[in-house]
Structures are given as structure tokens and as C-alpha cells.
């Protein structure tokens, strides 16, 4: 089993940043693709980005170039960068494990761009 806990969400005006945080309960980092996705209301939740053991990235077309998703071995955590926020970004951000179908999501966290 996996516990995730995101941090790091809040209000933050457009074109501000946030620095999310997940991190894991145990090193899986070697195994697990992570990701972020988020959740708007009234809309499917999607993926916003995702980096594989290997350190690959790749990003959502509505956030590349603004976000830099990261992780820190040592801390067992996720991070998701995000810059030049806009109203649009507001959404519950979830922290997401996968590996060979096993899967495993973080309670989310709240981030409301909005002046």
C-alpha cells in the first residue's frame, strides 16, 4: 500500500505560481509512474503531467511551458511547478502512482487562481 499526500494549493492571483507537493509513504519512485492531474468542477478530471522511472516528462498542451513537474529521491516526493497561473488552472490537483495496474491517488489539493 501507498499513501499520497499533496500540499501546496491555495489562492494565488493570475500569472502567480504555486509549488505543489506529494509525497509518497514509502520510495516508489524506481517502480511508479507519477503524475498530477486536476479536476474542475463539472469537468473530467485530467492529466496536467507526468514523469516515468526514467525521468521522462511530458505535459498537458494547457500547462507546457508553464509547469515543471519534479521529483526528489531522497524525500520521496513529487513536485509540480506552475507558473503564469490563470483562471482556467482552478482546479483540485491529485497526485496519481501507477505501476503494472495498480494505482494509487492522493485526497487532492485546492488551487483557486482568481483576483
Known amino acids: 500500500q501507498v499513501q499520497l499526500v499533496e500540499s501546496g494549493g491555495g489562492l494565488v492571483q493570475p500569472g502567480g505560481s504555486l509549488r505543489l507537493a506529494c509525497a509518497a509513504s514509502?520510495?516508489?519512485?524506481?517502480?511508479?509512474?507519477m503524475g498530477w492531474y486536476r479536476q474542475a468542477p463539472g469537468k473530467q478530471r485530467e492529466l496536467v503531467a507526468r514523469i516515468t522511472t526514467g525521468g521522462t516528462t511530458n505535459y498537458a498542451d494547457s500547462v507546457k511551458g508553464r509547469s515543471t513537474i519534479s521529483r526528489d529521491n531522497a524525500k520521496n516526493t513529487v513536485y509540480l511547478q506552475m507558473n503564469s497561473l490563470k483562471p482556467e488552472d482552478t482546479a483540485v490537483y491529485y497526485c496519481n502512482a501507477v505501476f503494472i495496474g495498480t494505482n494509487y491517488w492522493g485526497q487532492g489539493t485546492q488551487v483557486t487562481v482568481s483576483s
Open positions: 514509502r520510495n516508489i519512485f524506481n517502480r511508479y509512474l
